[in-house]
C-alpha cells in the first residue's frame, strides 16, 4: 500500500512541448496527499477533524511549452493515493510491516550535511 513515504519520495517525469500537468499544483496536491496519509499512519481516524482526501478525477492546469509532469503517470499515482486513503477512510488501519521500513534510519544526505554545517547545527 502506498505510504507518505512513497508519495514524498516519488519523482514525476517531466515533460516539455507536449502535454502535461502544471508542476507547482501537483506538487501541491500530493502534500496534501503525504499530510492526509501521514495523519493514518499515525493513527488518525476516520470522520471531520481527518484531512481532506484527492478527488478522482482531479484536473490540474495544462502545460505544453513549458515544462510539466507527465499526465498519465500522474493520473497513475493518484489513483494509487486514492485507493490508500479510501482504504483508511473506510476503517483500515496501516499495515505495521510498512510503518516499520519508514522509521528506519536513513543515512544522512548531501542535502541535508550542507543544510546543517549552514546553520551550524553540532553533528549528531
Known sequence: ML?????????????QFRDGYDEREVDDMLDQVAAALRYY??????GPQAP??????????????????DVREVDDF??????????????GRPDQQA????????????????LRWLRGDARS
Open 78 to 91: 493518484l489513483n494509487q493515493a486514492v485507493e490508500a486513503l479510501r482504504y483508511y477512510e473506510q476503517g
Open 3 to 15: 505510504t507518505s513515504k512513497d508519495v514524498l519520495t516519488k519523482t514525476l517525469t517531466p515533460t
Open 52 to 69: 481532506a482526501s484527492p478527488t478522482p478525477g482531479r484536473r490540474f492546469a495544462s502545460t505544453k511549452l513549458r515544462r510539466g509532469y
Open 99 to 114: 510503518l516499520a521500513s519508514m522509521v528506519e534510519s536513513q543515512p544522512e544526505g548531501l542535502g541535508q550535511r550542507a
Open 41 to 46: 499512519e499515525q493513527g488518525g481516524r476516520p
